[in-house]
């Protein structure tokens, strides 16, 4: 069987760290709050000006080094982002043009929080059917700078970041063993950013009356969260007549510290086998999973043979999980 082999990894980070003292001087928060709350204690931020594609395509070249390739030999780039350069062109398209992978289709995914699994899954299709041999997938976000400062439900959540992977078609049984998807659209007004949309475009009026903010109804996500989240962890291991005894590693999308413990928890994966890195990157969205997973090899918690599961839930709602042997 010709599976999809994660072969490289990478990140990028920007240099500027935002901790919760520092938001202390101009949030209404405290420390204590928000790492009872979520887990988070520090994001980095990216410089005025530095957009996804600023972040992505660093942690791409990283991957792609990782992997023993150069830009050419990739045939597919898939950037998953919900804070894009531009509404067009994509965001894939500038990290193409900025690495020079010159050979390869280019686009970007938008699932939210979810991104990088609905990312993986089209890159694993393509390379199943055969259309291509070398994909890039990339999660990259620079939320920072859309922030309101004055909403602190949402103000300390997030940091910018970018991870990206490598995927060759090989045959073994290495690779890439499964995939979950799902979505709730009814769900989409938990989590939503209104304005800058062909609904509400961009004027004064829009962003006068609060449209450009990320509005988060946060205890009716929380519960749907540990719901949907739970199930994909589920799921996964159904998927692949496993518990999660078979299991090395669960790199969880890096949300709240509370919902990834209940899903843990509720497929008996005990604490030692979750990989946390919320408390140094807050939630970098669609880039959490692949900053961990880059992370976790570098730490060598990931090494050839383990058995990983990922999983995501994010805005939409949507939510995912894989199990990969690496």
């Known amino acids: 069987m ?101 050979r390869a289709a280019a686009m970007d995914v938008n699932a939210a929080c979810s991104g990088f699994l609905y990312g993986l899954s089209v890159a694993n299709a393509h390379i199943q059917s055969g259309q291509y041999k070398t994909a890039l997938v990339i999660g990259s976000e620079r939320v920072t700078n859309i922030l309101n400062w004055e909403r602190r439900d949402t103000a300390v959540l997030f940091g910018d970041g970018a991870g990206a992977v490598v995927l060759r078609a090989a045959e073994g049984d290495r ?23 062909s609904k509400y475009p961009i004027t004064p009026e829009n962003y006068a009356s609060g449209l450009r903010d990320i509005i988060m109804k946060g205890q009716d996500l929380f519960r749907r969260a540990v719901v949907v989240f739970g199930g994909a962890v589920q799921k996964a291991l159904e998927q692949n007549g496993m518990t999660s005894d078979d299991l090395d590693v669960f790199i ?48 060598g918690r990931i090494r050839e043979g383990s058995i990983v599961l990922v999983a995501s839930f994010g805005a939409g709602l949507t939510w995912g999980s894989s199990i990969i042997r690496w």
């Not at 030692?272 to 976790?296: C, F, G, H, M, W």
């Open 2 to 102: 010709i599976r999809s082999q994660i072969i490289g990894t990478g990140h990028f980070l920007p240099e500027k760290v935002l901790t919760n003292k520092d938001l202390e001087q101009f949030v209404d928060t405290t420390d204590e709050w928000i790492v009872q709350r979520t887990g988070i204690q520090q994001r980095h931020m990216a410089n005025d000006g530095e957009g996804a594609s600023d972040l992505g395509a660093p942690a791409a070249l990283r991957a792609i080094a990782s992997a023993g390739l150069t830009p050419e030999d990739i045939d597919l780039i898939l950037c998953c982002t919900m804070s894009p350069d531009y509404l067009f062109p994509s965001t894939a398209c500038l990290i193409q043009s900025k690495i020079g992978a010159s």
């Open 175 to 197: 690779g890439i063993l499964s995939m979950f998807l799902g979505a709730d659209g009814t769900q989409g007004n938990l989590l939503i950013r209104e304005g800058g949309g």
């Open 252 to 299: 969880p999308h890096q949300a709240n510290v509370r919902i990834i413990m209940a899903a843990a928890e509720r497929v008996g994966l005990p604490e030692e086998k979750v990989y946390l890195n919320i408390n140094r990157t807050a939630n970098t969205t669609s880039a959490s999973i692949p900053i961990a997973l880059d992370q976790a090899c570098a730490e």
